[in-house]
């Protein structure tokens, strides 16, 4: 049963527009939400989290929008660059997960010049 | 300061061996988890130690096991390997047990069962 969905497995986009990567989830439990971005050959990096009592969260380019009753989350990159150019993993969390993270199955952005 | 350390990068073993991989936290992490990797299949959880104790699991199959030493590195072991075992295992430690503490992943071992 996936928990965690990212229905887009790729997503192409031209530089300088806006990305939006989408993800949906069905365990009610979870309360933390967090994109990673992983290149090839490399592990996944944090990008950005928020918390279930929020519903944005912004750093930079990069902004997290969480709309709990739909239980979906979305990840904004504005503006798009080259180097954003990368596998999106969304991951969420319960407090009786104890601390592991459930990953969707990734989306892969393209950002073409 | 130094990252996540898997070793060895890349693996080839044959069905029914078995595979030791191993993990150095970042210094100063106690938390340490791992994730298998697999197309289509998003990253799932294995498990996590904490302080030498396997604190969570995943639902995989007893032949995957693990362990933390005193020095906080872990390893994990597959046994009678199963060419649905081929997969990115990752690594990733925390300073402490939390998502709020956030996790740093190593760059994987490359696991290809033959």
């Known amino acids: 049963d996936q928990q965690v969905k990212q229905n887009s497995p790729s997503l192409s986009v031209q530089e300088g527009r806006i990305s939006i990567l989408n993800c949906d989830y069905t365990?009610?439990?979870?309360?933390?939400f967090l994109w990673y971005k992983k290149y090839p050959a490399e592990g996944p990096t944090f990008l950005i989290s928020?918390?279930?009592?929020?519903d944005k969260n912004e750093d930079g380019r990069f902004t997290v929008f969480l709309n709990k009753s739909a239980k979906h989350l979305s990840l904004h990159i504005v503006p798009s660059q080259p180097g954003d150019s990368a596998v999106y993993f969304c991951?969420?969390?319960?407090?009786?997960?104890?601390?592991?993270?459930?990953f969707g199955q990734g989306t892969r952005l393209t950002i073409n010049p | 300061k130094a990252g996540v350390t898997q070793t060895p990068r890349y693996l080839i073993k044959t069905r029914g061996q078995q595979v030791t991989l191993s993990c150095s936290p970042i210094s100063g992490h106690r938390s340490v988890s791992w994730y298998q990797q697999t197309p289509g299949q998003g990253l799932q959880f294995l498990f996590e130690?904490?302080?030498?104790?396997?604190?969570n699991k995943g639902n995989f199959p007893g032949r995957f096991s693990g362990r933390q030493f005193s020095n906080s590195r872990s390893e994990m072991n597959v046994s009678t390997l199963e060419l649905g075992d081929s997969a990115l295992y990752l690594c990733?430690?925390?300073?402490?047990?939390?998502?709020?503490?956030?996790?740093?992943f190593g760059s994987g071992t490359r696991l290809t069962v033959v």
């Open positions: 928020i918390s279930s009592i929020k």
């Open positions: 365990n009610s439990m979870f309360d933390y």
């Open positions: 990733a430690s925390s300073l402490a047990l939390g998502v709020g503490y956030g996790y740093t």
């Open positions: 130690y904490f302080s030498e104790t396997q604190r």
């Open positions: 991951a969420a969390s319960a407090p009786q997960g104890a601390q592991k993270l459930v």
